[in-house]
C-alpha cells in the first residue's frame, strides 16, 4: 500500500501558526493525564476532534486496575496479563505497568478522582482472567467517566493549557525527520479552518480504530487516526491484527451496540443460547475465561443458524442491588424493555480494543524523535494478543505520565526555532503537486464508503477469519485505494483516510500471520506457532512488513 506522507488540502505554510511547548492531540485518559504533566514546564495545546464526551475513556464501564488489595501484588497482576496475552507481551512493559499502577490510582485520586468503597476499602471487583479482584470503579459502571471529567476540571483550569474543541489533526509535520507538530482543521458547523501547531513533543493519544467495523462499542470517532498519522509519518506500527472484540455487546434488535461491562460476569452473570444452555460450564474459567475465548465461543454459538440467540443471565441478583451496582447499564436496558432482574438480556461480540498500534518505548517514544504515542494508539507491549480485562485505563495513564517525563528530559522548553516559511517543510515532501489532481469524490460518498467498509471488515475479518476471507477483504478494499491520493479538505475526509489507511494495515497484517493466537483467529491455522509466530508483525511506510522477536 502506497499513501502519500502528507494529506491536508492546505500546504502547512500557508495556515495560523501556534507555537506551543507541547501538542496533545486527543482528550481521552491518556491525552488529558499527558497534558496536565507536560504543563508543570510548558505551555500545552490538546486538540480534540469532537467533545471530550466522545472518547472511549468516557464510555469505559468496568474499572481501572491496579494491584491495591490485601491479598494482591503486582507480580499476581503480571502474571494475569502476561496469561491474557497469549505470548506477545513485553515482559518489560508489563512490569512497569504493574509496579507504577497503584501510585498512578494514588495521583489520580489528588486529581479530583474518585473509586467506589465499601466499610473504608476500595470496593474491587473481579474481571475475567484476573485471578484477583484488583478492579477499582466509579459511579457503579461510570469508571471512565468519572476520571476524564476529574482531569478536564484540572485541564480546564491550568494556565498552561489550551483547549481546542472540533479540531482534527489531518498531517503530523516533519523536518529533518523530527516530528516538529501537526496540521490541523478546526469546524464549528460554518466555517473550516486550517491551522498548524508547532511544539518540541507532539504527543499522539487518538484512541482506537473500532469504526472500522459494523458493530463497535467504540464512539463515532474511533476512526484509527493515530495509527493512520504515525504511519504516513514514517513511525513503525505492530500487531494490528490483533482487535479485541468484547464478547457481550447489547445484541437487541435496531439498538446500538452498548458495552454490557465484564464486571457483570464478574458479580456471577452467565451466559445461556437461546435453550437455555450454559455454554462456557465446562471451561475452567466459564465466563472468567480471557476475552478472546468467550467472544469466538458467543460467535460460534451464534453461526449455528438464524434463530440462534446468546443472552447474559444475572437474574441472580435483586432489582435494588443491580441499580446500584451497575445504574448505568440498568437504566439503559429498562429503556430497552429489558429488566435485567427478570430477563435474559441478548449480545453479540463487538468490535472493542485494539492491541496493536504505534511502537513506542517504556516513555512512549515513538521511533519518529519528537513524536510520543499513549493510550489504545500506542503499542508499548503491554497488552500482547488479548488485552486483560481493565488494563487499558491504567496503561493510558502509566505511560502518559512517563512519556510526559521524558519529553521533559529530552529538551522540553528549548525547542529550536522552525520557520514554515522557509524551505525544510516543503523538502520533506509535502504534495502540493496532488492538491490540482480532479476530485472524484460527490457529496455523500464518503459516508456510503465508509458504511461498507464497516461492512466488509465485520464479515471478513471479525471474530473469525481465513486467507479466503481475508483475500475477500484486500480485494474488497482495494477498489477504494485510488481515494488515498486525493487531498482531505474535512474531518469527515480525514476520517476516511485514517480509516481505509488502517483497514489496509489490519487485513495485511491478517493475511501475513498464519496461526491462531489471542484475538487473531484463522479458521485455516487453527492453532498457535510459537516457532515461527511469537513474534510482532512490524509495519512501516518505508520498509513495509517485517518480524520482530518478542523479548523473553
Not at 213 to 233: E, S
Request: aromatic share 8%; net charge negative; hydrophobic share 40%.
Amino acid at each position: 500500500m502506497v499513501v502519500p506522507r502528507y494529506v491536508a488540502s492546505v500546504d502547512p505554510r500557508e495556515a495560523p501558526a501556534h507555537e506551543v511547548d507541547a501538542v496533545v492531540i486527543g482528550a481521552g485518559i491518556a491525552g488529558l493525564y499527558a497534558a496536565l504533566k507536560l504543563a508543570a514546564w510548558g505551555k500545552v495545546a490538546v486538540l480534540y476532534k469532537g467533545a471530550p464526551e466522545d472518547s472511549n475513556t468516557f464510555a469505559a464501564q468496568g474499572g481501572i486496575a491496579a494491584a491495591v488489595g490485601l491479598d494482591d501484588s503486582p507480580d499476581l497482576h503480571a502474571q494475569d496479563t502476561l496469561a491474557a496475552g497469549a505470548g506477545l507481551n513485553e515482559p518489560e512493559a508489563v512490569r512497569t505497568l504493574v509496579e507504577e499502577a497503584p501510585s498512578v490510582i494514588r495521583d489520580l485520586i489528588e486529581q479530583g478522582a474518585s473509586f467506589d468503597r465499601s466499610d473504608g476499602e476500595y470496593a474491587l471487583t473481579r474481571e475475567a482472567a484476573h485471578s484477583r479482584r484488583r478492579i477499582l470503579h466509579s459511579g457503579g459502571d461510570a469508571t471512565g467517566k468519572g476520571i476524564a471529567s476529574a482531569l478536564l476540571r484540572q485541564v480546564g483550569r491550568h494556565p498552561n493549557i489550551t483547549l481546542w474543541e472540533q479540531t482534527m489533526v489531518v498531517d503530523l509535520l516533519t523536518v529533518g525527520g523530527r516530528c516538529v507538530g501537526a496540521v490541523a482543521v478546526q469546524e464549528d458547523g460554518r466555517e473550516t479552518v486550517w491551522h498548524v501547531f508547532v511544539g518540541a513533543a507532539t504527543i499522539l493519544a487518538t484512541g482506537g480504530a473500532g469504526q472500522l467495523f459494523a458493530r463497535t462499542t467504540n464512539p463515532a470517532g474511533a476512526t484509527g487516526d493515530g495509527i493512520a498519522l504515525a504511519y504516513r509519518a514514517g513511525a513503525e506500527v505492530r500487531d494490528l491484527e490483533f482487535v479485541q472484540f468484547h464478547p457481550t455487546a447489547y445484541a437487541g434488535e435496531g439498538a446500538p451496540a452498548f458495552l454490557l461491562s465484564e464486571a457483570l460476569r464478574g458479580e456471577g452473570a452467565v451466559l445461556r443460547n437461546r435453550d437455555g444452555h450454559r455454554f462456557l460450564e465446562n471451561h475452567p474459567q466459564r465466563e472468567l475465561a480471557p476475552r478472546d475465548v468467550v467472544a469466538r465461543a458467543i460467535a460460534k454459538e451464534l453461526n449455528q443458524g438464524e434463530e440462534s440467540r446468546v443472552y447474559l443471565d444475572m437474574t441472580h441478583r435483586p432489582a435494588e442491588w443491580l441499580r446500584d451496582r451497575f445504574p448505568n447499564i440498568y437504566d439503559f436496558l429498562l429503556g430497552q424493555g429489558v429488566d435485567m432482574a427478570r430477563d435474559w438480556i441478548p449480545v453479540a461480540p463487538a468490535a472493542h480494543y485494539m492491541m496493536g498500534g504505534v511502537v513506542t518505548d517504556l516513555d512512549g517514544r515513538t521511533t519518529i524523535p519528537g513524536l510520543f504515542a499513549v493510550g489504545e494508539t500506542a503499542s508499548t507491549g503491554v497488552q500482547g494478543a488479548n488485552r486483560l480485562a481493565s488494563n487499558s485505563l491504567i496503561e493510558g495513564a502509566v505511560f502518559a505520565r512517563r512519556a510526559a517525563e521524558r519529553a521533559r528530559q529530552e529538551g522540553f522548553r528549548r525547542r529550536r526555532s522552525l520557520s514554515l516559511n522557509g524551505p525544510e517543510v516543503a523538502d520533506e515532501g509535502y504534495p502540493s503537486s496532488i492538491r490540482s489532481l480532479p476530485d472524484p469524490r460527490v457529496p455523500g460518498a464518503i459516508e456510503s464508503f465508509r458504511r461498507e467498509l464497516q461492512r466488509l471488515m465485520m464479515k471478513e475479518v471479525g471474530v473469525f477469519r481465513s486467507g479466503d476471507s481475508i483475500a475477500r477483504a484486500l480485494s474488497g478494499l482495494g477498489r477504494w485505494l485510488p481515494s488515498l491520493v486525493y487531498p482531505v479538505r474535512n474531518r469527515a475526509e480525514a476520517e476516511w483516510v485514517n480509516l481505509l489507511t488502517t483497514a489496509f494495515l489490519v487485513v495485511e497484517a491478517a493475511q501475513l500471520r498464519k496461526e491462531s493466537r489471542g484475538a487473531h483467529y484463522r479458521h485455516d491455522f487453527p492453532e498457535t506457532n510459537d516457532t515461527e509466530w511469537r513474534a510482532h508483525l512490524v509495519f512501516s511506510r518505508d520498509r513495509g512488513a517485517y518480524i520482530r522477536e518478542v523479548d523473553r
